[in-house]
């Protein structure tokens, strides 16, 4: 009778086994599941082998963002095909990801944990203490031979040397240069007509000048440069000059010597024409808004000194024709002299500038500048000061330069 409640029961056992044992060798033949996007290594570490670029996207075709410099040590993500997907310190940016070719980098082993001691309180009760052991002479270990497994530092204070391991590809934006062909639309060139009066014979006798307004120049070259700093503040000088040439208008009003109230007069214009030259220099801030490498934007402004050299009218000559008898009194205007006033002033500027670069350092632009300004110049014939309006609307075009 015990031999047959023994039987059932070691049966039973065996079916409890086996149930137990089929589940755990299913689990055991699963495969792990592998990420679509890649392999997902979870944060270790890669060494560039060689200077190589790095895209934001696993496809070579592209413009990299930046070239990382053989030995910059980055934190990768995960690998796609022939790509690993990385972390790196960017110069303008606090982190940056992108795309590195797998056989341009090499993975740094992870550091080797450091022994702990793990004894049981309870069970170090009367164990005696070991004595100590002779020091054994130094051995040359895996790490000492291989610097891969040295323990590597953490990411924070690994930034400031990957800042420096980078080579970033970008446009020269520091200095410039502009060549412009340049027409002028000069602003508030007004006639200006200069008199001085004084007693001749008893009565009032007068001289005038009158200089003609000048509404357009053109000037064929215009040049202008400058150097950027960073955060797009710069600052630019800008040369230009306008040169006019015309003759100007003569009057004389004289008295008779002999009768009273017997004034003559004459108007003729210069026979040779006089010239004036107004030359600006331009010393402004600028700002370069931000834009694409092929594409700069900036606008400027700040104070300009002007320069004039004008040829102006000191004195006229003339014949006159007089009785003595009979009420005649005929003058006319004979010639004249000149001579060159110069004076300068401080008046400002304000402008915007765009061009468009077909390489990496030449391109074509154009753009807007407004100067004005007054200078004082003093008039030998009148024996006055005299306000010249100087300044123009300058519209520019040209050959656009940057290094």
Known sequence: MMH?????????????????????????NRTPVQLA??????????????????YVQPDSNR???RIAKEGSVLRMIRTEGAFTYVEFADPDYPRRYGYIQSRFVEQLAPPRPEPLDLSVPEARQGV???LPRPAAAPTTTQAARDPSLVQQPPPAPVVPEQT????????????WLDIDAVRFQSVDREALTLTRTGLLYGEVAAVATSYPAQTIGINDVGVAGGFGFPHGIGFSLHFDGENYSGPAG?????PSPYF??????????????????ERALDIGAEYVMPAPDWLRLRVFGGPTVFYVSNEMVSDIQYNQVASSLIRINVVAI??????????????FHVGTDAALFFSRHVGLGGGVRFNRGTVTVHDTLSNQDAGLRVGHLAFNGGLRLRF
């Open 260 to 277: 009273l109230n017997t004034s003559a007069t004459d108007a003729r214009p210069t026979t040779s024409t006089l010239e004036r030259r």
């Open 37 to 54: 996007a890649g392999n997902d290594v979870g944060g270790g570490l890669v060494r560039v082998t060689i200077d190589s670029p790095i």
């Open 164 to 175: 420096r391991t980078f080579t970033p590809k970008s446009t020269p934006r520091r200095g």
């Open 128 to 130: 005696p203490t070991p």
């Open 63 to 65: 413009e990299p963002l």
């Open 4 to 28: 047959r409640r023994v039987v059932p029961i070691n049966f039973a056992v065996v079916a409890f086994a086996i149930a137990a044992a089929v589940p755990t060798a299913a689990q055991a």
């Open 334 to 347: 004979n010639t004249f002299t000149k001579n060159e006033v110069t004076a300068w002033s401080v008046g």
């Open 250 to 254: 003569l009057a004389i009003s004289i």
